[in-house]
């Protein structure tokens, strides 16, 4: 098990820039595979990036605008968000799992708590 802190959140006009934090704790966190998901109000949580031994993948809406990183000897992920849209507005949630196909379909074992990201227009 890992667990899994985010921060970064806030609000941010159309057009801004935020950069979301996610603190695994767990000494194998380098063999997970990490990941951002998101949920809007009245939708369902979908996937946006995620990390792994393997490399990053993305969304394809995302692809351009936000991207992953990962930093091992802080045992954190970064999501850089840029040019963030109002529909970007969302709970984002950090995710880890030991499967990277589990995790691009949210199938994972540990979850973040969330981060609320609110982009006016």
């Known amino acids: 098990q890992v667990q899994l802190v985010e921060s970064g959140g806030g609000l941010v006009q159309a057009g801004g820039s935020l950069r979301l934090s996610c603190e695994a704790s767990?000494?194998?966190?380098?063999?997970?595979?990490i990941g951002w998901f998101r949920q809007a109000p009245g939708k369902e949580r979908d996937f946006v990036a995620g990390?792994?031994?393997?490399?990053?993948y993305y969304a394809d809406s995302e692809k351009g605008r936000f991207t992953i990183s990962r930093d091992t000897a802080k045992n954190t992920v970064y999501l850089q968000m840029n040019s963030l849209k109002p529909e970007d507005t969302a709970v984002y949630y950090c995710?880890?799992?030991?499967?990277?196909?589990?995790?691009?379909?949210?199938?994972?074992?540990?979850w973040g708590q969330g981060t609320q990201v609110t982009v006016s227009s």
């Open positions: 995710a880890a799992d030991l499967s990277d196909e589990s995790l691009r379909v949210g199938v994972v074992s540990n």
């Open positions: 767990g000494r194998t966190f380098s063999t997970y595979a």
């Open positions: 990390i792994s031994s393997s490399g990053t």
